[in-house]
């Protein structure tokens, strides 16, 4: 992962090179097995949708953060991540992902179509909205 | 902790550390151990963390950075008035929820 373009998809993942270096010197320095189970999340986040690169950058920055403290009080890997850590990860990465795997523009997508629909429903019948 | 009791306590956790705040300032871990003493003993400190970032985003909580003895600088904590605010609508929320959970269970009896 060393040698990452400096634009495109990859940059848009990680961050800026210049952050993302930093990121893993930092994982470097954790004792062996906060190290491991850093670079297992770090693989799991890379499946989510990154919005833009500056929050991905935090994104790294806050788990590098949170592994750095959890070390320095002794904290074990497992109390950390919990028994389920695909939902600790998941509710992680909701605070930089906008909240889902899915692409922005495809929710932007399904909320334009529903409304679309509504409205059309609304004409043919002429009920008013009914939204709660 | 059982399936059910993590279903249940997914939507009501950030008003659970909210309302911890609102005793005094703590950082993450300080949450965590915290809670665990109350009795939510499964609780782990990822999710707290995650929801204190989540919380900190939407401005609902200050952050201080604290030097530390052992390890870089704790962020603390703390409760602003937005966060007061959305803690008084959560125990709204929360009276709301038992109220009418209380009435179903009197219902099927």
């Given at each position: 992962?060393s040698d990452?373009?400096?634009?495109?998809?990859?940059?848009?993942?990680?961050?800026?090179?210049?952050?993302w270096?930093?990121?893993?010197?930092?994982?470097?320095?954790?004792?062996?097995?906060?190290?491991?189970?850093?670079?297992?999340?770090?693989?799991?986040?890379?499946?989510?949708?990154?919005?833009?690169e500056?929050?991905?950058?935090s994104?790294?920055?806050?788990?590098?953060?949170?592994?750095?403290?959890?070390?320095?009080?002794?904290?074990?890997?497992?109390?950390?991540?919990?028994?389920?850590?695909?939902?600790?990860?998941?509710?992680?990465?909701?605070?930089?992902?906008e909240?889902?795997?899915?692409?922005?523009?495809?929710?932007?997508?399904?909320?334009?179509?529903?409304?679309?629909?509504?409205?059309?429903?609304?004409?043919?019948?002429g009920?008013?909205?009914?939204?709660? | 902790?059982?399936?059910?009791e993590?279903?249940?306590?997914?939507?009501?956790?950030?008003?659970?550390?909210?309302?911890?705040?609102?005793?005094?300032?703590?950082?993450?871990?300080?949450?965590?151990?915290?809670?665990?003493?109350?009795?939510?003993?499964?609780?782990?400190?990822?999710?707290?963390?995650?929801?204190?970032?989540?919380?900190?985003?939407?401005?609902?909580?200050?952050?201080?950075?604290?030097?530390?003895?052992?390890?870089?600088?704790?962020?603390?904590?703390?409760?602003?008035?937005?966060?007061?605010?959305?803690?008084?609508?959560?125990?709204?929320?929360?009276?709301?929820?038992?109220?009418?959970?209380?009435?179903?269970?009197?219902?099927?009896?």
């Amino acid at each position: 992962m060393s040698d990452v373009e400096k634009s495109g998809f990859l940059s848009k993942v990680i961050g800026p090179k210049k952050r993302w270096r930093a990121y893993k010197a930092r994982v470097k320095e954790l004792p062996g097995n906060h190290r491991t189970a850093v670079e297992a999340i770090e693989r799991y986040l890379m499946h989510f949708v990154p919005t833009d690169e500056d929050s991905n950058a935090s994104m790294f920055e806050d788990l590098a953060d949170l592994f750095e403290q959890a070390a320095a009080d002794g904290t074990p890997i497992r109390e950390i991540v919990g028994e389920d850590p695909v939902e600790f990860v998941n509710a992680f990465a909701e605070n930089y992902s906008e909240g889902g795997y899915v692409p922005a523009r495809a929710r932007k997508q399904l909320t334009d179509d529903i409304e679309r629909a509504e409205r059309a429903a609304g004409n043919e019948t002429g009920t008013e909205d009914k939204t709660v | 902790m059982t399936k059910l009791e993590t279903e249940m306590l997914k939507g009501t956790l950030e008003g659970i550390i909210l309302a911890s705040l609102a005793g005094r300032p703590a950082y993450g871990y300080e949450i965590t151990v915290r809670l665990r003493e109350q009795g939510f003993s499964d609780i782990a400190e990822g999710t707290v963390y995650a929801l204190l970032l989540r919380m900190e985003k939407r401005g609902l909580v200050d952050v201080q950075k604290v030097p530390s003895e052992k390890g870089p600088p704790r962020k603390v904590h703390s409760l602003n008035d937005e966060g007061r605010e959305y803690l008084e609508e959560f125990w709204r929320t929360w009276s709301f929820l038992t109220e009418r959970l209380e009435q179903l269970r009197e219902g099927g009896r």
